[in-house]
């Protein structure tokens, strides 16, 4: 009887990690997409900046 009680409880234990193992991903793959998002932000800037550089440029021409 000890033996079920225990395998059941390391079940519940597995189970448990692997929910925190996937709560983990979860968060991993929200900070990448976030930084993802961030950097493509960040190249949109520096491109119309260079855009903007550029046409200004022309215009002293």
Do not use: A, P, Q
């Amino acid at each position: 009887m000890e033996n079920n009680g225990l395998n059941e409880e390391l079940s519940v234990n597995d189970k448990n990690n692997g929910l925190n193992n996937v709560t983990e991903s979860l968060h991993t793959y929200e900070e990448l997409s976030k930084n993802r998002s961030d950097t493509i932000k960040s190249y949109r800037e520096k491109l119309k900046n260079i855009y903007f550089i550029s046409k200004f440029y022309e215009r002293r021409k």
